[in-house]
């Protein structure tokens, strides 16, 4: 008789985690994480970026900080890695009176750096000029002043 996923307790475990995407972690400093922290960087950061660049060795690290735990005012401040194999680093920083404004002003910098970097990725060569093995001996040939035959070009 089989037994079906719900019963055995794995209704909600993925089939293959190696190909959920990217990698989040999120770290909290002199600050106490907010419940719906998770749920909204996956909202508004994962999702989008995920669309741009999804892969399992891409990395999303998150620090969240109170600049000033002692006083008042404008200090929270978002820190964003985000790291892309084969590219840079992305670091994206924001400080502001609300943690979610603060993350919000992140995710849109870093969609911006992100598309940027897989346009450069997607990118032609620098040189898209495709040059066959005749054009490049003709180019070099007349600037030797040597005809193609080997003798003088100039007669």
């Known amino acids: 008789m089989p037994v079906s996923l719900a019963a055995s ?3 909600g475990a993925p089939v293959r985690p190696y190909l959920e995407g ?5 770290h909290a400093h002199q600050i106490e994480k907010p419940r719906d922290l998770t749920a909204f960087l996956r909202k508004h950061l994962v999702r989008p970026l995920g669309r741009l660049h999804d892969s399992p060795a891409t990395e999303l690290t998150v620090h969240v900080e109170d600049t000033t735990p002692s006083k008042g005012g404008v200090d929270q401040a978002c820190k964003v890695t985000f790291r892309m194999p084969n590219a840079k680093t992305l670091r994206v920083e924001s400080v502001k009176d609300d943690l979610h404004a603060a993350l919000l002003e992140c995710a849109q910098r870093l969609k ?3 598309q940027r970097e897989v346009a450069k990725q997607r ?3 620098r040189s898209p000029e495709s040059r066959p093995l005749g054009r490049s ?6 600037a030797a002043e040597i005809a ?4 003088p070009a100039t007669l």
């Open 148 to 151: 193609p035959d080997g003798s």
């Open 112 to 114: 911006r750096l992100v």
């Open 9 to 11: 307790g794995l209704a």
């Open 123 to 125: 990118a032609p060569s």
């Open 137 to 142: 001996f003709r180019r070099r040939a007349t």
């Open 22 to 26: 990217m990698k989040l972690s999120i």
